[in-house]
Nanobody
Framework: QVQLVESGGGLVQTGGSLRLSCAASGRTFSNYAMGWFRQAPGKEREFVAAISWSGRSTYYADFVRGRFTISRDNAQNTVSLQMNSLKPEDTAVYYC????????????????WGQGTQVTVSS
C-alpha cells in the first residue's frame, strides 16, 4: 500500500501561482510513477501531469503545458506540481496518483490516490 497526502491548495487570483505537494508513505516511493489529476464539479477526473519513477520523463496535458511543472524528490518521498499563470478554468480538486508502472491518463487505471486538495482561481 502507498499512502498519499496532498497539500498546498487554496484560493488564488487569475494569473497567480500555487505549488501543490504530495507526500508519500508506505512502499518504496522511487518504485512508483507519480501523477496529478483534477476534477471539477460535474466533470470527470482528468489527467494533468505525470513523472516517471526516475524523474527523467515528464508528461503534461495540453491545457497545462508551459504553465505547470511536475517534479519529484525521491529522497523526501514527495512529488510537486508548480502551477503558474492560473486561470479560472483550473479550478478543481487536485489529486495525486501513484502506480508501479506508468501513470495512465485514464484515471481509473491508476493504483493509489490521495484525498485531494482544492484549488480555486478567482477571476
Amino acid at each position: 500500500q502507498v499512502q498519499l497526502v496532498e497539500s498546498g491548495g487554496g484560493l488564488v487570483q487569475t494569473g497567480g501561482s500555487l505549488r501543490l505537494s504530495c507526500a508519500a508513505s508506505g512502499r518504496t516511493f522511487s518504485n512508483y510513477a507519480m501523477g496529478w489529476f483534477r476534477q471539477a464539479p460535474g466533470k470527470e477526473r482528468e489527467f494533468v501531469a505525470a513523472i516517471s519513477w526516475s524523474g527523467r520523463s515528464t508528461y503534461y496535458a495540453d491545457f497545462v503545458r508551459g504553465r505547470f511543472t511536475i517534479s519529484r524528490d525521491n529522497a523526501q518521498n514527495t512529488v510537486s506540481l508548480q502551477m503558474n499563470s492560473l486561470k479560472p478554468e483550473d479550478t478543481a480538486v487536485y489529486y495525486c496518483a501513484a502506480t508501479v508502472t506508468a501513470i495512465s491518463r485514464a484515471a481509473r487505471q491508476n493504483e493509489y490516490w490521495g484525498q485531494g486538495t482544492q484549488v480555486t482561481v478567482s477571476s
